[in-house]
């Protein structure tokens, strides 16, 4: 009997180390959800491991999925729904910029044809963007007018909403001013401008707005959110990043 306590209690010290670490474990792990949800302005992001204050979104799937300078897609998301949107563009032949995901094709092929049936004739400019396209174009302008300018009207590569398959640039029927700032106070902008909402889509970078979304002004730049999304961002003429009450970006 003695020469077998010692071994007894060896083995309840070792049950008592384990359940102290399980307990340990099992806290880490409710602080680590704490932490994930106090730190979420909106659904679908988590804090980025390097500890900056770029997050990455945990449901890049998601329609109303915030992406901007301080929420990235994770590492080579590609949508998995992307289709043609049957619209046309400035352009005739096949291209990955003519894809949108599924539901926000549907939507921009209604917009079209509203559109149209109010005499407003509108042109795809560039929609869905793979992380290498937008890497290249990304890259092409910083050669071109350096990173600080960049920054200011094209997405580093994994922020660009274009590669959510939710976005699209629009032009007029005459493929003028295709994303140039003389689509301003056109009549095709001012059609988007009033009616983009009833489809589903806002406006991502309004005028006036450039501290909180980092851009400046787009009026032919659209996101898909949904309906009762678009509405509400509408009728208050705030920006994405406000009715999620996340953080000024502020180049």
């Known amino acids: 009997m003695l020469k077998l306590w010692p071994i007894t209690l060896c083995l309840f010290l070792v049950v008592i180390s384990l359940t102290g ?22 659904p679908g992001k988590k804090h980025s491991e390097t500890g900056d204050s770029i997050v990455v979104v945990i449901h890049p799937e998601s329609i109303p999925v915030l992406v901007n300078k301080q929420n990235k897609l994770p590492e080579n998301y590609t949508p998995v729904d992307l ?5 046309p563009f400035i352009f005739e032949k096949k291209s990955e910029k003519r894809k949108m995901r599924a539901v926000a094709a549907t ?18 400019v560039s929609a869905y963007r793979s992380h290498a396209a937008q890497t290249a174009l990304f890259n092409n302008y910083v050669k071109q007018d350096g ?5 200011t009207y094209s997405a580093v590569p994994g922020t660009s909403e274009h590669e959510t398959g939710l ?3 629009v032009t007029g029927e005459n493929g003028t001013c295709a994303a140039e700032a003389c689509f301003e106070g056109t009549r095709e902008a001012k059609w988007l401008d009033k009616h983009a909402a009833e489809y589903g889509f806002i406006i991502r970078y309004p005028k006036g707005k450039d501290d909180i979304t980092g851009y400046t002004y787009e009026p032919w730049h659209l996101r898909y959110v949904g309906k009762t999304i678009a509405k509400k961002i509408s ?14 970006v502020n180049n």
Not at 21 to 42: L, V
Not at 83 to 87: E, L, S
Not at 147 to 151: E, P, V
Request: glycine share 6%; with cysteine; charged share 30%.
């Open 21 to 42: 670490c399980m307990e340990k474990f099992h806290f880490a792990q409710e602080e680590g959800k704490i932490s994930a949800n106090k730190s979420s302005s909106h």
């Open 83 to 87: 289709v043609d949107a049957n619209i």
């Open 107 to 124: 939507a921009i092929e209604k917009l079209f044809a509203g559109a149209k049936k109010q005499g407003v004739e509108l042109l795809g």
């Open 147 to 151: 990173y600080k300018k960049a920054i």
């Open 167 to 169: 976005a699209i640039d």
């Open 235 to 248: 009728e208050r003429d705030i920006t994405l990043e406000e009715y999620y009450n996340s953080v000024l």
